[in-house]
């Protein structure tokens, strides 16, 4: 178990509809990554919040947003889905952006959109 | 842009036997590489991580890893399989010492037969 939570762990939704993907880093962690991880294009990095602030962009299209709360919980936004945004989601955190971090991965969201 | 290659995409090795993956990186500063585990529907685990000095470094469950600049590589070894070991194993590169977002391979999938 590394500490960090995602719920829900399983999704099914139809295209068209958004969905909200939420992410519980480990205690004292300030930095939260978003990754996305699909047949066809791996695990790819989306997004990263450190202390509630946008840092780091990835492969994020514009009808995905996160956002990271006072309390360092972070969420993923899926909106207009379409059925190739069926993935598996994956949140990770550190503990600052110091060099030499080690990202925890949670378990993940499975996300089917029908 | 950074970018990592796992040539195999499956391996399958005897129970008992030494095992080699394969991993080759393509970044031009020094690279924080990375090995992560993920067994199937589970989350990542990380095996062991590279960041500077030593180049062959220890993990968990009796994997090592060897940093060879010259190649480009960091290849995860482990001296004697065991079944559990079966899983989906995925290299990958920090650009700010890990505290920005990964690139990961498409990952090896490691196969033991009895």
């Known amino acids: 178990d590394s500490g960090v939570t995602q719920t829900p762990k399983h999704l099914i939704t139809a295209t068209g509809q958004r969905v909200t993907l939420r992410c519980s880093p480990r205690?004292?962690?300030?930095?939260v990554y978003w990754y996305q991880q699909s047949l066809d294009q791996g695990l790819q990095f989306l997004i990263q919040?450190?202390?509630?602030?946008?840092?780091a962009k990835g492969n994020i299209l514009e009808r995905f947003s996160a956002q990271q709360f006072p309390d360092l919980h972070s969420e993923l936004n899926l909106s207009s889905l379409e059925l190739g945004d069926s993935a598996l989601y994956f949140c990770?955190?550190?503990?600052?952006?110091?060099?030499?971090?080690?990202?925890?991965f949670g378990p993940g969201t499975r996300l089917l959109v029908l | 842009a950074q970018s990592v290659t796992q040539p195999d995409i499956h391996i399958t090795v005897s129970e008992g036997a030494s095992l080699e993956l394969r991993c080759n990186y393509s970044?031009?500063?020094?690279?924080?590489l990375f090995w992560y585990v993920q067994s199937p529907g589970q989350g990542l685990q990380l095996l062991l991580k590279?960041?500077?000095?030593?180049?062959l470094v220890q993990g968990i469950k009796g994997f090592e890893a060897e940093f060879k600049r010259s190649q480009s590589s960091f290849n995860l070894r482990k001296p004697s399989v065991h079944w559990s070991d079966a899983a989906e194993y995925f290299c990958?590169?920090?650009?700010?010492?890990?505290?920005?977002?990964?690139?990961f391979g498409k990952g090896t999938h490691l196969i033991i037969q009895p």
């Open positions: 990770a955190s550190s503990v600052a952006l110091d060099h030499q971090e080690t990202q925890y």
């Open positions: 205690s004292g962690d300030l930095s």
């Open positions: 919040y450190y202390n509630g602030e946008e840092r």
């Open positions: 970044y031009g500063a020094t690279p924080y």
């Open positions: 590279y960041f500077s000095g030593d180049t």
């Open positions: 990958a590169v920090g650009e700010g010492g890990g505290a920005d977002g990964l690139t």
